[in-house]
């Protein structure tokens, strides 16, 4: 977008020069060319009577959308309330106050405006549809004089933040302050409501020591702005604020919040009349596992307690740490949100507890470091944090390693090894049983945190004695009884009846060893035989088939925003809706974290494939809900036929890969059809791949 400065004035480099031109009542004038898109709306629409002139920031943001795309002219006198030339790439971001209300201004982001909070502006423009709702396109802004923001501003809620009723407006929230994230240009404090979590933005300044307001209590006087789909959609609501004057502190956040009393893990969010919003806790223990950046686990006594933390502070097993965060409710037991800590001493490493798995369901050991032992059934190596299932009994448990795990695929592991590990363990509950009886919580499975690959011991390599063996003594055995007395037709009896018992036992092995435990789709190796089969099939009969490999766009943003639980969840319900989309002949696959892989057999064209792969990206692009969570993703599918991408199964996998990273790079949301001609970074990419 192309901008014109007129006028005589000095040549200006800094803010500081533009304030102190324009204390001499010298005025700025900028004008904008304006979108292509807006002129062609206005030229299309050609009213028969002219459109009147909007003259407050109320009209134009009170416009319908399909009367903001008319492109109504707008001349405002309006402060500005705030300017950030970073915070979007397709335009700086700019609110603008007066009498009536306040409305987003969409100017270009370069060249930056020497302009800041309190700035008195004369603009002229028309009105477009905006990203959510209503917003001016400036042809000209003048700057007409000096002043400061409104000093007063209504306070609202979230239910009101949320609603969309205050969009765009000069609002005030109050607030805890739990996190400060910090970015080259930005700054953005995290805040608890009464009405639930809000963030706040305002541009970075030099100087202030942000990280200080942690566990203030505030009143920000901002600018609320929607978060929002593609199809303009609130899904949220963010808040920006032109700087620290805008904060008003209502209660200091203490200044060092390791000499806080210290509360022990038992009487976290235990019952306190009269506590509205909860500032930081401080406790103390003895760590039991960290994993950098994600987690730190400590035990005080005979509890134990694990939290999500970004700090990357080395701490051993077994050193003496002090812990500063935020109590909220977590899977079984109260945790810390934005948790830090620090390094009191060093100790000796705490002993585990030996427990059975059906003592770790009670309950009662949850964030302590333990030992079980279990039968190894299957593993998933290639997840960021690989993982074991064993069996111990009728139940299983998840066993987690820390993520990039050194020389785990030479670790010597085998299924059906009796292997002992020792971790934190960490329950999970059964979120519908507990909310629908009394609400005390119900364990609905167990995980557990290794620390490290040497936290597992193999006590037993498989037993040659497998069940094919056992089925062939069996039968032995039921030869030679066909010639003896009597009696022995009732062993025969007995005999066959635990035939059966280890049928059954060995169809369900072999179901878990073919299938992903988290979706129960078949994994890479079943894939695999059915790929192969479907090949004989097409060459004897001379028809087609085609491979789509369907990866989720950004799934580890659902991980981090809402926990690796409600990741589960919509991973799960991304395999049904895959195979919605397809036909039952068909076989859907899960081959890692967030990839599926879809066998389409006797297909008759390639367009068979495509309009599959359509269906695929147009169902997988609607709301997930799964309880009170809401998640969207997209999908990248790529696909690949035979025989025109290969004729064999390593090929056309490499083929659907390359073709899916193709999709990726060009943005995302769609398919792209595997050609020979694909680009050579994609191909390679596959080809490592598989």
């Known amino acids: 977008m192309a901008s014109l400065v007129t006028g005589t004035h000095p040549n200006l480099r800094s803010v500081t020069a533009v304030r102190r031109w324009l204390a001499i009542r010298t005025s700025f004038v900028w004008t904008f060319a304006l979108a292509s898109a807006a002129l062609g709306a206005q030229e299309t629409a050609k009213p028969t009577l002219p459109l009147r002139t909007l003259l407050t920031a109320h009209e134009a943001h009170s416009l319908p959308p399909e009367e903001a795309a008319r492109a109504y002219p707008v001349h405002l006198r309006a ?94 929230v109050e607030g805890l302050i739990h996190a400060v994230r910090l970015t080259p240009t930005n700054v953005t404090f995290e805040l608890a409501t009464l009405g639930g979590p809000v963030s706040a933005t305002t541009p970075l300044q030099a100087g202030p020591n942000y990280e200080s307001f942690v566990d203030s209590l505030v009143t920000i006087h901002a600018n609320s702005a929607p978060v929002f789909n593609r199809t303009s959609q609130m899904v949220g609501v963010h808040l920006y604020f032109p700087g620290l004057d805008q904060v008003k502190v209502i209660q200091a956040a203490p200044a060092d919040p390791f000499a806080l009393p210290v509360v022990s893990i038992h009487d976290l969010l235990r019952y306190t009349p009269n506590v509205q919003l909860r500032h930081r806790m401080h406790l103390q223990g003895t760590v039991t596992l960290q994993w950098p950046g994600q987690i730190l686990c400590i035990q005080h006594a005979s509890e134990g307690l694990c939290m999500q933390t970004a700090q990357f502070t080395p701490a051993k097993t077994g050193d003496r740490v002090d812990v500063v965060g935020f109590p909220i409710p977590s899977d079984y037991k109260a945790t810390l949100e934005n948790a830090t800590f620090r390094v009191a001493a060093s100790g000796a490493a705490p002993s585990p507890a ?145 035939t059966q018992v280890i049928r059954s036992n060995e169809e369900r092995l072999r179901h878990m060893a073919e299938h992903d435990p988290l979706t129960d789709l078949p994994n890479r190796t079943l894939f695999y035989d059915r790929l192969n089969v479907a090949l004989e099939r097409v060459r004897r009969f001379k028809t087609t088939l085609a491979v789509l490999m369907v990866d989720l766009d950004r799934f580890k943003e659902v991980n981090d925003s809402l926990g690796h639980h409600a990741g589960d969840q919509l991973l799960c319900q991304v395999a049904q809706r895959i195979g919605a989309s397809v036909r039952k002949t068909d076989t859907v696959a899960r081959i890692g974290g967030d990839e599926f892989i879809v066998l389409l057999p006797d297909l008759q064209t390639r367009n068979d494939a495509e309009q599959i792969a359509a269906m695929v990206v147009s169902s997988l692009s609607k709301p997930f809900d799964f309880g009170n969570l809401h998640a969207s993703v997209s999908v990248s599918v790529g696909v690949c036929t035979y025989p025109d991408g290969g004729t064999d199964a390593t090929t056309l996998l490499q083929g659907a890969d390359a073709a899916m990273y193709q999709a990726k790079a060009q943005g995302r949301n769609g398919y792209r059809v595997f050609t020979p001609n694909m680009s050579s970074a994609a191909w390679q990419s596959a080809q490592h791949h598989f």
Not at 114 to 140: E, H, M, N
Not at 386 to 398: D, E, K, M, Q, V
């Open 354 to 498: 030996s427990i059975t798995l059906a003592q770790a369901f009670q309950g009662g050991h949850d964030g302590e470091l333990i030992t079980i032992d279990g039968v190894l059934v299957d593993e998933d190596r290639a997840t960021a944090n690989p993982t074991l299932f064993l069996r111990s009994g009728n139940s299983f448990i998840a066993v987690l390693l820390p993520t990039a795990v050194a020389g785990i695929e030479n670790l010597p592991w085998q299924d059906g090894s009796l292997l002992r590990v020792t971790g934190i363990c960490s329950i999970k509950i059964d979120a519908q049983g507990s909310t629908q009886l009394e609400g005390a919580v119900r364990t609905q499975s167990v995980r557990l945190l290794l620390r490290s690959p040497e936290d597992i011991a193999v006590l037993r390599q498989p037993s040659w004695w497998t069940p094919r063996h056992a089925l062939f003594t069996v039968a032995i055995v039921v030869l030679f009884t066909i010639a003896a007395i009597f009696w022995i037709v009732l062993l025969r009896r007995r005999v066959r009846q635990q």
């Open 79 to 172: 402060v500005v309330t705030y300017y950030d030339p970073y915070i979007d790439s397709r335009h700086a971001a700019l609110f603008v106050h007066d009498a009536t209300g306040s409305i987003f201004i969409a100017v270009p982001s370069l060249p930056l405006l020497p302009i800041s909070a309190g700035a008195v502006l004369d603009i002229k423009g028309r009105t477009d549809i905006g990203d959510y709702a209503p917003i001016v396109r400036p042809s000209q802004i003048t700057v007409v004089g000096q002043s400061h923001v409104p000093e007063e501003a209504p306070q609202v809620t979230m239910a009101q933040l949320t609603s969309g009723a205050v969009d765009g407006q000069w609002i005030e």
